[in-house]
């Protein structure tokens, strides 16, 4: 029955197969460099080696650093590169560009040794292209750490074709998106928090016409990125039989997009209403990678915004704080009012497993790799990437770090979460306390906030689903299809309300006509496979 158990994750597609082809010229799939001990990685003698990390780049840096050269990089040389006799590179990667710039590097033939992407669609085209490096024996070799923190089942997750061609980092927190409101655009006003889309739309009105926050008012902040059209779209689509939701789904981009599921249409006709009547973000279709929202959110314009549950609270940037510093007596209030037929607040979640760390098969280094990503696997270590040292950047409070919130400290974490590869958050063995973590992380004005906000993002969420094997069809048409995707929001809520309709079906038969059809029928038959 496992094996017929159906896991499903978020995804995006290889961009440039083409280009990939060049790196499989220089390696057989039998070939395995790295499996081998590694000169200078076991740390056996002085000769030093040089180990190449992808890191993200979300252009966030405090002044005087850099994502490779920072107080973290420093303190992860010296406390395991130098004893190891390891010098790390680090390899920035624009977070924005992820997926088109590792396949750069991948066909370059000099990719990092540790590259990783949160798209299992993509990793399995690197497999099936001979690209990576099995990494079963190295795990076994020199992997104890990792597989005691991550637990078999999400090392399950990177397996392809029943080998371990990738490492999953541990996703400790489930939850993908919450809402955030003026909440002294209400009181100004004297409206209640709305808690149903229909209370969605009369506060937008209502924002619109009176105007509270000046000119340049933006009722519904919004961006083109999932985090701004799928907690508004996700509530529309109707509830169907498990048949349904596995052959109608297709996973794109982030996630799985309802594209062909019962009620999209209508989820995409909301948003056509918002845009034609002047209640979202007019410029949406030029802002990717949400920075236009946070400012607009930051200068005090935005009344109603969704974003990555808890965000607004965090440092990169921390938004309600510099909103409230911008705009006095602002005030950012979490809530959770996008309700689907029955009244639930239905919206996508995310699966255990988080990022995928890959070691290619160029690399010469896999032993090194694995030692660092076993190194990192540490309790201790986790602790000291994600809050720094005890009594100078964080106390403890019932067992539980307490960020402090000081210049210092924010300069030292700015970017935890992408040197803390292994761990899509910090796990302390119970998800109680991993959320009390969570809010405690924040400043301390905000803590309650970001306790309801995680919250928010957990409610009615919709657990993702997997076929024990990949999609092809989405393996080959992913990328193509999320573009597709995009633009059929863009051109649909951009459209005058009376020709959306039209729009809205010719941009699916081109979609279907890309790719879509063929996904929707080998997800049929992979379904019927899984009933046998």
């Not at 929202?293 to 990555?308: F, H, N, P, R, S």
């Not at 497993?353 to 896999?366: C, E, R, V």
């Not at 597709?484 to 929001?489: D, V």
Request: proline share 6%.
């Amino acid at each position: 029955m496992k094996k017929k158990a159906l896991k499903r994750n978020a995804a995006s597609v290889l961009a440039a197969a083409t280009a990939f082809g060049l790196l499989i010229g220089c390696t057989s799939k039998e070939e395995q460099p790295g499996a081998a001990p590694v000169t200078g990685g076991s740390g056996s003698d002085d000769q030093q080696v040089t180990l190449k990390v992808e890191v993200f780049d979300r252009g966030n840096s405090p002044a005087g650093m850099t994502v490779t050269n920072n107080q973290v990089t420093k303190w992860v040389q010296d406390t395991f590169g130098t004893p190891n006799h390891i010098k790390l590179e680090f390899v920035p990667v624009p977070r924005a560009q992820e997926v088109d710039k590792l396949n750069v590097l991948m066909a370059s033939g000099d990719s990092p040794d540790i590259v990783f992407t949160y798209d299992p669609n993509l990793v399995y085209k690197y497999v099936q292209q001979g690209g990576l490096m099995d990494l079963g024996q190295l795990l076994e070799a020199n992997g104890a750490n990792l597989k005691s923190y991550l637990g078999s089942d999400t090392l399950e997750y990177g397996k392809f074709d029943g080998k371990q061609y990738a490492i999953p980092a541990k996703r400790v927190y489930l939850g993908k998106y919450s809402s955030m409101i003026r909440q002294d655009w209400l009181d100004k006003l004297g409206l209640p928090v709305p808690k149903t889309t229909d209370e969605v739309y009369a506060t937008l009105k209502a924002f619109k016409e009176k105007n509270p926050g000046g000119s340049g008012t933006i009722p519904l902040g919004f961006s083109l990125a999932p985090a701004s059209y799928e907690p508004i779209i996700w509530p529309f689509i109707k509830k169907t039989s498990d048949e349904e939701r596995y052959t109608l789904m297709q996973l794109l981009g982030s996630g799985d997009k309802p594209t062909l599921m019962p009620g999209h249409k209508e989820g995409v006709k909301f948003l056509n209403k918002l845009y034609n009547e002047g209640l979202l973000s007019p410029d949406f279709a030029l802002d990717k990678d949400k920075k236009k929202l946070q400012q607009d959110v930051m200068t005090g314009k935005v009344g109603m915004y969704a974003e990555d549950a808890g965000q607004s609270y965090g440092t990169a940037p921390e938004v309600a704080g510099i909103l409230q510093k911008n705009v006095q007596g602002a005030k950012i209030t979490p809530i959770d009012p996008y309700t689907n037929e029955e009244g639930k607040h239905t919206k996508p979640g995310y699966q255990p497993a988080g990022m995928y760390i890959m070691i290619p098969k160029t690399s010469k280094k896999g032993e090194a790799a694995m030692k660092y990503l076993n190194w990192m696997a540490q309790k201790d270590v986790l602790n000291r990437l994600t809050n720094g040292e005890e009594g100078k950047n964080y106390t403890l409070q019932d067992g539980i770090p307490i960020v402090k919130d000081d210049e210092a400290t924010k300069n030292l974490l700015y970017n935890a979460g992408d040197m803390r590869l292994v761990s899509n958050g910090l796990d302390l063995g119970d998800n109680a306390k991993n959320l009390k973590a969570m809010s405690l992380a924040v400043p301390e004005a905000f803590r309650a906030d970001a306790a309801v906000s995680y919250q928010n993002g957990l409610a009615d969420g919709i657990p993702p689903l997997r076929f024990d094997r990949p999609i092809q069809a989405e393996v080959k048409y992913g990328k193509v299809l999320l573009d597709k995707y995009e633009e059929m929001l863009v051109k649909c809520m951009m459209a005058k309300p009376d020709e959306f309709d039209k729009v809205y079906d010719a941009m699916l038969k081109d979609y279907m006509t890309s790719g879509g059809e063929e996904i929707k029928k080998e997800r049929t038959e992979a379904y019927k496979n899984m009933k046998k």
